[in-house]
């Protein structure tokens, strides 16, 4: 049992996680460290079925966690591939607006960006959208050359790779799904499907199943994930011609969502997605998974049918893309007229914990809980893959000033 006994345990193995615990073998070196994930390999959720876009930090309201953290994040994240040869590439993206009425909001994010430090953004016209995306139609746009790609399963990987190589009995164990949480004096038990372990602090950094982690573990929290998925195409050979790089529209302000947008992808291809629809299993990758269990869970909460009545045209119309091509296709020509059908190819998706309050209104930033030895990352939104270190630096941090930690 004393081999199973750790200073701290990080429930997750995802890319916050990982990150969050790779942070704190550097800030604690003599602390032994350990990293539950439940899937058999790390990664398997959030990390491994996003775009696999570097924010640059554009969007984000200046000053909040997001923009701080979004900035410094992929700054370091660059110099972390760079170091690990991590294959990624900064491309650059171009965000276009395509009607007037969508000027306004995009001169508010082009003045976030300039707040939150992003560097080279540009505002472009027309003619110069066409240089760099000769198919793309707009009346007006921004250039931002610090956009990038990578695969963030890679970066994980080497996030837990980073970790098994240390000496001090640190690392991360897979096929761990943690069943409960006991008290035991100054330490908590933590049984999982296969073994016991023990830990003087808990950290949750469980994504899609962060809500129910913080709750065996004790924590009472007002908010509740809801899980949305994300349905993308991908170009065919003749489609991937007409896109060099990232194409992504003018954002509607009312939503977390940034909208159907073009993403070349470093392994090869070109993606265009995803669309946001409420998912009725919050780990089912296909369009009619379904879950009793996550179903009765999130119509069992207010907040969702508060969430609901307020957003039902955005919902129809996002389901409507889910289940017609030819709708989905009619909105990836708003930024590229000439996209045709055989263009297309129905790919995979992804799907987003969203975290709701309970008036139903969307936890836009960062939300960690704390109590007794435990502290829970209830809400780590996007841009949380490129923040990965940022974030994981920030939550070391609160942990080691919350713990008393030396």
């Known amino acids: 049992m004393s081999d199973n006994i750790y200073d701290i345990i990080v429930v997750g193995g995802g890319i916050v996680g990982l990150a969050t615990a790779y942070k704190l073998t550097q800030k604690l070196p003599n602390k032994k460290i350990l990293v539950l994930e439940k899937e058999n390999e790390v990664a398997k959720h959030q990390t491994g079925h996003n775009s696999g876009v570097i924010h640059s930090g554009i969007y984000y309201k200046p000053g909040s966690y997001k923009a701080i953290n979004c900035v410094a994040g992929r700054r370091e994240l660059v110099s972390f591939a760079k170091e690990h040869k991590i294959p990624h590439d900064i491309c650059g993206k171009i ?8 000027l306004a909001h995009m001169n508010k994010v082009f003045n976030n960006g300039i707040a939150n430090d992003v560097e ?4 472009i016209d027309s003619k110069r959208i066409k240089e760099i ?14 956009t990038g790609i990578i695969d963030y399963t890679d970066v994980a990987v080497k996030y837990k790779e980073l970790i098994n190589a240390l000496s001090n009995g640190s690392k991360v164990l897979m096929g761990q799904e943690v069943a409960g949480f006991e008290k035991k004096g100054t330490l908590t038990e933590i049984k999982t499907q296969k073994d016991t372990f023990q830990a003087s602090y808990v950290i949750t950094c469980a994504g899609l199943q962060a809500d129910r982690v913080s709750k065996k573990e004790g924590q009472k929290s007002d908010a509740a994930i809801i899980g949305f998925r994300g349905d993308y195409y991908d170009l065919t050979e003749k489609g991937r011609a007409k896109v060099k790089n990232l194409i992504y529209p003018v954002p509607n302000p009312k939503f977390p969502f940034l909208g159907v947008h073009y993403t070349r992808m470093i392994k090869g291809g070109v993606e265009c997605g995803p ?3 409420f998912v009725f299993d919050r780990e089912g990758y296909s369009k009619t998974a379904f879950s009793l269990k ?9 907040g969702t049918w508060k969430f609901f009545a307020k957003h039902w045209r ?10 017609s091509k030819a709708y989905f296709l009619k909105r990836l020509q708003t930024l590229i007229p000439s996209l ?16 709701l309050g309970p008036e139903g209104e969307m936890l836009d930033d960062f939300k960690i809980e704390k109590h007794g030895n435990a502290m829970h990352v209830i809400n780590s939104p996007s841009p949380a893959a490129t923040a990965s270190l940022a974030y994981g630096n920030e939550i070391a941090k609160i942990a080691v000033e919350y713990f008393n930690l030396v």
């Open 95 to 102: 965000i276009v607006a395509t009607h007037e009425s969508e």
């Open 133 to 146: 995306e000769p198919f793309c139609e707009g009346i007006s746009g921004i250039w931002v050359p610090c």
């Open 294 to 302: 996550d179903t009765a869970a999130a119509f069992g909460f207010m």
């Open 340 to 355: 045709e059908m055989d263009d297309i190819v129905a790919a995979r998706c992804g799907i987003r914990a969203m975290a």
């Open 120 to 123: 080279g953004l540009e505002m």
């Open 314 to 323: 955005f919902g129809l119309d996002e389901y409507r893309g889910a289940f």
């Open 275 to 277: 669309n946001a629809v």
